[in-house]
């Protein structure tokens, strides 16, 4: 297992929108396991492929009951609403009030190339929907007013 380094804003990766996975081999296999590893020890409760530098749809959760490995997720129903804050390992420092759907069906793809759907709902699904969110290229901060949003930008280029 290897620990990998966690991007920050304003690292360009962050924005960019992931590329499918064809199919799960060795490679994959090691990406799901390194980015495990590599949440375990920054203590999250998720890490998207773009937080390390990948553009590709993989992602993994444990928010305490076990690891998930997802790749090419799709959310395919939502349902109801709740606004929690929220932190981001790629915007430290940094707490947000994102209003998210209470429930998800996500479905995606294991690390043995098998679909599996699978229904969420508080934290899990928060979280599902955050990694998904960095799949797309988009971070907590997008759901900011934008002026505390330029304030955060600018003091993250500071410290880049
Ligand atoms: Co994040």
Same mark, same amino acid.
């Given at each position: 297992?290897?620990?990998?380094?966690?991007?920050?804003?304003?690292?360009?990766?962050?924005?960019?929108?992931?590329?499918?996975? *064809?199919?799960? *081999?060795?490679?994959?296999?090691?990406?799901?396991?390194?980015?495990?590893?590599?949440?375990?020890?920054?203590?999250?409760?998720?890490?998207?492929?773009? +937080?390390? *530098?990948?553009?590709?749809?993989?992602?993994?959760?444990?928010? *305490?009951?076990?690891?998930?490995?997802?790749?090419?997720?799709?959310?395919?129903?939502?349902?109801?609403?709740?606004? +929690?804050?929220?932190?981001?390992?790629?915007?430290?420092?940094?707490?947000?009030?994102?209003?998210?759907?209470?429930?998800?069906?996500?479905?995606?793809?294991?690390?043995?190339?098998?679909?599996? @759907?699978?229904?969420?709902?508080?934290?899990?699904?928060?979280?599902? @929907?955050?990694?998904?969110?960095?799949?797309?290229?988009?971070?907590?901060?997008?759901?900011?007013?934008?002026?505390?949003?330029?304030?955060?930008?600018?003091?993250?280029?500071?410290?880049?």
């Amino acid at each position: 297992m290897t620990s990998l380094s966690i991007k920050k804003l304003p690292d360009s990766i962050l924005r960019k929108k992931t590329i499918k996975v *064809g199919s799960v *081999g060795a490679l994959e296999k090691k990406i799901l396991t390194d980015m495990a590893e590599t949440m375990y020890i920054s203590q999250g409760v998720g890490l998207a492929a773009t +937080q390390v *530098g990948l553009d590709r749809q993989i992602a993994v959760i444990d928010i *305490g009951n076990g690891l998930i490995k997802m790749i090419n997720p799709v959310i395919i129903k939502k349902e109801g609403s709740d606004i +929690q804050d929220e932190g981001c390992l790629s915007v430290p420092g940094v707490s947000v009030k994102v209003k998210r759907a209470r429930k998800v069906i996500v479905t995606y793809m294991d690390e043995n190339g098998e679909t599996v @759907q699978m229904e969420a709902e508080g934290l899990l699904a928060r979280a599902i @929907q955050h990694e998904l969110d960095h799949l797309s290229g988009k971070l907590i901060i997008d759901y900011l007013g934008p002026v505390k949003k330029m304030l955060i930008k600018r003091r993250s280029s500071k410290n880049a």
